[in-house]
């Protein structure tokens, strides 16, 4: 046979020279025997290599395989509708198309009428060619549109012109300039794709999505949805998108340089574009003839071709179709074929040499198909591991003549691609209607998106503060805080600024060891403190409160503090000895002294009863008695901000400000005696107690809230009341997000509209689900998972539209927070009629800390709000107990004799 012939141009053609492990499967080695594994999976190394290059910002510039972003991030899901126009620009001709898309969900969209475009060519200048496609269109639609409707438009660029997606804009425009020119001022261009993109769609169409396609005709091209945060040049984090590989031009730097044969060296020296779409040149059918025919015109010279008969006809270019190579390699008619082929050129071909030249067509389609299969096994492993995957399931469109003219190329394909991709199960899907009617789902996916984004924007614009309304707010809180001191005002002011008798912050002389209680935030804690020279030694024990309790009665609340007071005793071996005790009680109080303070009311879902209006140290002694727990002497109550400005005061002492955003949210600084209208005495300073979780009570922060926030607040149990609260803290983010989401979801722009009765329930979505849906990069699966985790079924576009939601609601909230503190702080370098203000804040709170963006934006809008003062924030570590027992040590101190 020839393939033993020792010409050496054939030889490397079919790659003899490349050793190595041969196909496993009989019927590749059939094919493709000449190619090794090794040496394909060599290609589609590479082949990856130069796909990560594409993918990346810094090496993007110089990639060949350019990975151009699409900004196309969802598959159909069947709700897509209306009339769409499709324009395809093909190499040698343009067509129109009209589909309607039902939007019944079934998918399947009619086509209207086609139109093959004009056997004119398209003229190469770009500006003729729109007006020459905005021709096309007019011709077309003059049949066939009543300009009442807007048409939307998809234009899918099918030739290598360079109208790539990232230019994208300019195309849009310059077409939609050129459809205008023509009148057709009812036609909108939406959507601008690569023909791959649009056989992708329309594979997806028929039920399972499609997630990659292949295009293997005149030149070949791929597609595929790759994770978002990949595409570097599209800076996009989340979710997918897909990418359009212009894999034709791999190789254009030299990469396949040592496969290409003689014969391809030929055909590339001899095209229109020299040293370019070196890949494409071994694949598409454009060129698939004219390697054949250099092979012939070698074996001539070789004289194993063709003896006696006059072969100049083939140093013809073209004279070979890949038309007839496609019908010389079919099994049954190929012999015939083959002979009527090389006699139409003159040739007097021998039974052998018909023999011959079919294996060689054959050596030529299969090593196109072999390649092609080596660059689908590149994107498949791409997906498989970028997605973490073990093992990828995805289904595949493949369109062009290559594949459809020829079924052996398509076995190939999926055979080679199964060998060099065993990780992943590709189904290849023949796109049978060609690109239109995908590309007319892309265009209406693009609308209905574009429709959708408007409809979220609207309902989420209430929740997005300008500079101006934080302004607002920042001088209203200022108001507030001045009402509040002032003795007259006091009364009727939202921010009650509550004296704490705590005049100062640690100046490191305190001594001593102490229990400290802290009670209000997610935890309840018992804590003993050792403050002694060398710094402070803290144990500590969380004990649970049932709910039942904190909404029970006050005796069974303050029996259970003390019962856990007794084992926590206990267990730290402290029951004999009497320690002056530091109680953090972490709910606006009415201090009458340091250790007398009557609770004004609860919030955070504490309701527990007999309790508001007591002083709440005496009610711990009660219970202290009830339970015959004799040894213990309360020297101090203060707020968890004041214990966790105390707390960080010791290491600060620049630490004036205490702030918690938690559970709820709340600060507190040292104000001027002098400004302390309900304080008697001028001297020096007193730390406030804002309480500023009720900023808003008197209405007015009205304007601000939303429609979503009067549902929170409706449905807690202190309705009305400490509304900033409820727009800030962790309490009840979540629920603010839970009713936005069921907003959406009545407005049918998530879960597709499907009534979700687990959205129904109460604070099923807490904040801590908050906090990890922003996480910086967090892949949309995982997104996906915590929704799943809440019975949520979401698709990535779900996934995408909830995290959009938190950011928005966790934004307001942190630039809430800032508005606030700016009135603080600016309040502050006003007292001390300073130009600059250095101050530090202490934060505690969950939500604080465990939020990912919260206090990044909390301190930037801080900055832009009270641009004279700079703040430090220094995060509690050891909670606001250690703080109590600060102030402990002080009252300890100021009582000894
Ligand atoms: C710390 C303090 O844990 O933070 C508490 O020690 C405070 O006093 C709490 O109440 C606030 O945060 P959260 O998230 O627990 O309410
Ligand atoms: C609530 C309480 C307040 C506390 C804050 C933070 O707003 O009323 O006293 O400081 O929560 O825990």
């Not at 984090?237 to 060296?265: A, H, R």
């Not at 992943?424 to 590309?439: E, F, H, K, R």
């Not at 001594?511 to 803290?538: H, K, P, S, W």
């Amino acid at each position: 046979s020839i393939a033993g012939h020792s010409c050496p141009l054939y030889a490397r053609l079919l790659g003899r020279d490349c050793s190595g492990r041969t196909l496993q499967s009989a019927d590749v080695v059939d094919t493709v025997a000449p190619w090794s594994t090794d040496t394909l999976q060599e290609v589609k190394g590479r082949m990856l290599q130069a796909m990560r290059k594409g993918l990346s910002r810094q090496t993007h510039a110089q990639a060949n395989v350019r990975m151009l972003p699409t900004y196309i991030c969802s598959t159909p899901d069947g709700t897509e509708k209306g009339d769409i126009l499709v324009v395809e620009l093909c190499q040698s001709h343009v067509r129109t198309l009209r589909v309607t898309l039902l939007g019944d969900g079934n998918q399947s969209p009619q086509p209207g009428c086609w139109v093959m475009g004009s056997s004119w060519s398209p003229p190469t200048m770009p500006l003729q060619l729109f007006d020459f496609i905005a021709q096309c269109v007019r011709q077309f639609l003059a049949g066939i549109s009543s300009p009442q409707h807007r048409l939307p438009l998809g234009f899918v660029n099918g030739t290598g012109f360079s109208c790539s997606d990232v230019e994208g804009k300019d195309v849009v425009q310059l077409l939609q300039l050129a459809i205008n020119k023509q009148e057709l001022h009812h036609v909108d261009v939406v959507a601008l794709m690569n023909d791959t993109v649009g056989t992708m769609m329309t594979c997806s169409m028929r039920g399972e999505p499609c997630e990659v396609a292949l295009i293997v005709g005149t030149g070949t091209n791929s597609c595929f949805m790759a994770e978002a945060q990949q595409v570097e040049m599209a800076e996009e984090i989340s979710g997918k998108m897909c990418v359009n590989t212009e894999w034709g031009c791999f190789g254009d730097d030299g990469t396949l340089s040592d496969i290409l044969t003689p014969y391809d060296q030929h055909v590339d020296q001899e095209s229109s574009n020299p040293g370019e779409k070196r890949f494409e040149k071994l694949v598409g059918s454009l060129y698939l003839g004219e390697i054949v025919r250099h092979v012939l015109t070698a074996l001539v010279a070789e004289k194993v071709l063709f003896t006696g008969s006059s072969v100049a006809i083939l140093r013809t270019k073209d004279v070979l179709k890949t038309q007839q190579v496609l019908e010389i390699i079919d099994k049954e008619e190929g012999m015939a074929k083959a002979r009527r082929a090389l006699e139409a050129l003159g040739l007097q071909p021998s039974e052998q040499d018909c023999c011959r030249v079919q294996q060689i067509c054959r050596a030529v389609v299969s090593r196109a198909a072999a390649l092609c299969a080596a660059g689908l096994a590149a994107i498949l492993s791409h997906m498989c591991q970028s997605r973490e995957l073990e093992r990828l399931v995805v289904n595949v469109g493949v369109d062009g003549e290559l594949y459809r003219g020829y079924t052996r190329f398509g076995e190939i394909l999926q055979s080679v691609t199964g060998l060099l991709a065993p990780e992943c199960t590709a189904t290849l899907l023949p796109s049978v209607d060609g690109t239109g009617q995908g590309a007319a789902v892309v265009t209406a996916v693009a609308l209905r998106l574009a429709a959708q984004r408007r409809e979220v924007d609207q309902l989420l614009a209430p929740l997005r503060l300008s500079r101006a309304d934080l302004e607002r707010v920042q001088a209203l809180m200022r108001r507030e805080m001045e009402l509040g001191l002032g003795l007259e005002s006091h009364a009727s002011a939202s921010v009650r600024m509550l004296p704490t008798y705590v005049r100062g912050t640690p100046d490191g002389t305190e001594r001593g060891e102490f229990l400290a209680l802290d009670l209000g935030g997610t935890n309840f804690r018992v804590l003993v403190v050792r403050v002694a020279q060398d710094g402070i030694r803290m144990a500590s024990e969380i004990y649970v409160i049932p709910t039942a309790v904190t909404q029970g009665t006050g005796e069974e609340l303050f029996n259970h503090i003390i019962e856990c007071i007794m084992d926590f005793q206990l267990k730290q071996n402290l029951m004999e000895q009497v320690l002056p005790l530091g109680f953090t009680f972490s709910f606006p109080c009415q201090q009458l002294g340091l250790d007398k303070a009557v609770l004004l009311s609860w919030t955070k879902g504490f309701s527990a009863s007999g309790c508001v209006g007591q002083d709440v140290v005496q009610l711990l002694r009660e219970a202290a008695q009830r339970k015959q727990h004799l040894g213990l002497k309360v020297v101090a109550v203060v707020n968890d901000t004041v214990g966790t400005m105390m707390s960080c005061g010791y290491d600060d002492p620049k630490c004036e400000i205490g702030l918690i955003v938690g559970t709820g949210t709340n600060a507190c600084y040292m104000e001027e005696m002098r400004n302390v209208g309900t304080v008697e005495g001028e001297q020096g300073r007193m730390c406030i107690n804002m309480e500023w979780g009720a900023f808003g009570d008197n209405g007015c922060l009205d304007d601000i809230f939303t429609d979503f926030d009067r549902l929170v607040d409706e449905k807690t149990i202190n309705a009305g009341k400490q509304r900033f609260e409820k727009l800030i803290s962790g309490m009840y983010l979540g629920e603010i997000v839970r009713h936005i989401l069921l907003a959406l979801v009545e407005k049918q722009l998530l879960f597709r509209g499907k009534p979700c009765p687990k959205l129904q329930t109460r604070d099923i979505f807490q904040t801590k689900f908050l906090s990890t849906i922003e996480i910086d990069g967090l892949a949309l699966r995982q997104v996906r998972a915590i929704l799943q985790d809440l019975e949520l079924q979401a698709s990535f576009e779900d996934s995408l539209l909830v995290q959009k939601v938190c950011q928005t609601v966790s934004l307001r909230a942190a630039q809430l927070c800032a508005a606030g503190l700016a009135a603080v702080v600016e309040k502050m370098r006003e007292n001390r009629g300073s130009a600059q203000l250095a101050v530090t804040v202490g934060v505690d709170g969950t939500l604080y800390k465990m939020h990912p963006r919260f206090s990044q934006h909390l301190q930037q809008m801080l900055r832009d709000l009270a641009p004279n003062c700079t703040v430090t924030f220094l995060q509690s570590e050891d909670g606001s107990g250690k703080g109590a027992a600060l102030v402990a040590a002080v009252a300890c101190r100021r009582a000894e004799p």
